[in-house]
């Protein structure tokens, strides 16, 4: 039986959290015045991590790296190609008997893992004499004070934080926080994809850098398939994805939806990058679930035109250091002119096909995860390269 309190009570959390994000916002800005800190410049941030003699840059495909992550369904394909560019990779992953979405996880698996993890980086760091350390973590999965160990080692560490709009702090566990806020300061650089969570490390004591996700050219790659679906979107259903998608079909416009929620169900990344080609149109979404107009940038904003796909998503300021709206992927305000543009570029095929041509060009040349870690490798002072071209 369907709970007729439900639409009041996902409300209500919408509110509750975007209250907590509003103090949590005020508290960082009053605390960046209060000590007279300052977001450090990319070229800073270089300067800021130059002070470390004893390391030797090496060259590109030279590097002994330690990646700890898990793979979700995603991190595989994005990270392990990209960085094995840069040399070997060992890859700590903690699911199978560690998963942390058990109930099992915080009563005593979280505790196992690391401890595990705290051994097995102290023999792999003197065997592998590592280079450097990636990792794609929270404070959900790691300890502070696991990371406090394996920074004793000396070897430089990043962590990558894709979600810091809404949960650099996140949940209370066990008196800490589920994000990035109590791990930061134990990283020697804190790559985020939120710009405006910046300010929050530099207040927790860790070094920043802005720095997006980005695409895998050998995944994400024009298929020589036929086009026709007029409209899609690959993504979680929630949010105002469902009344969007509702609203299109209202206005006569064949769209697809794939993923979890959707009737249509999750894709394959093969089948999900077959489908960018597939479409005319692929569908992007730029809101924070549960925060009104908040934003932030997507996997989807690169892997779409970099597989080739014309992309039409949700204007926010941070799209535009990325891609020239208008030229290289089209964005929109509100479902109106969503409804126009969508049925400007289906009467318009030539302009389409222009823009979804200067979109992948972009999208190959600047943003790939490569680039990325060649830009984060090269600030961290492990590997001699140059930063002529700069991306976003």
């Not at 690169?302 to 990325?322: A, I, K, N, Q």
Request: proline residues 5%; glycine residues 10%.
């Amino acid at each position: 039986m369907k709970d007729p309190l439900q639409p009041y009570r996902r409300r209500f959390r919408r509110w509750r959290n975007a209250q907590r994000l509003r103090k949590e916002r005020y508290y960082y800005q009053q605390k960046m015045h209060a000590l007279g800190l300052h977001v450090p410049a990319e070229d800073e941030v270089g300067h800021l991590l130059g002070g470390r003699p004893e390391l030797q840059a090496k060259d590109p495909g030279s590097l002994s790296i330690l990646a700890i992550y898990h793979h979700y369904n995603w991190e595989n394909e994005a990270f392990l190609p990209s960085l094995l560019q840069f040399g070997r990779v060992r890859h700590y992953d903690w699911g199978g008997e560690y998963d942390h979405q058990s109930k099992e996880w915080n009563r005593g698996l979280k505790k196992r893992m690391n401890d595990e993890l705290v051994v097995r980086v102290r023999e792999w760091v003197k065997s592998d004499q590592t280079d450097v350390i990636f990792c794609y973590l929270s404070g959900e999965i790691v300890y502070p004070e696991t990371l406090r160990q394996i920074a004793l080692h000396g070897v430089p560490m990043v962590n990558l934080a894709l979600n810091d709009k809404e949960a650099f702090v996140g949940k209370m566990r066990g008196g800490w926080a589920t994000g990035s806020r109590d791990i930061c300061r134990f990283f020697d650089l804190c790559w985020t994809s939120t710009e405006d969570a910046l300010g929050k490390y530099c207040v927790e004591g860790a070094l920043p850098l802005y720095l997006p996700e980005g695409g895998n050219p050998a995944v994400h790659k024009p298929r020589s398939v036929e086009m026709d679906i007029d409209v899609s979107f690959v993504g979680q259903c929630y949010g105002n994805r469902p009344e969007v998608i509702s609203k299109l079909h209202a206005a006569g416009i064949n769209v697809e939806a794939f993923g979890f929620g959707w009737p249509n169900g999750p894709l394959t990344t093969e089948e999900m990058v077959r489908l960018y080609s597939r479409s005319r149109i692929n569908l992007g979404f730029g809101g924070v679930d549960g925060l009104d107009a908040t934003y932030c940038l997507k996997g989807r904003d690169f892997e779409v035109p970099m597989s080739g796909g014309l992309y039409l998503t949700e204007y926010h300021p941070e799209l535009e250091r990325c891609y020239r709206s208008g030229e290289e992927i089209v964005t929109y305000r509100g479902i109106d002119e969503l409804v126009e543009k969508i049925k400007w570029l289906l009467d318009h095929p030539e302009e389409a096909a222009r823009i979804r041509q200067c979109g992948y060009q972009r999208a190959v040349q600047e943003h790939t995860w490569e680039m990325r870690f060649a830009k984060v490798f090269g600030l961290l002072g492990v590997m001699r390269t140059n930063f002529a071209k700069k991306t976003c």
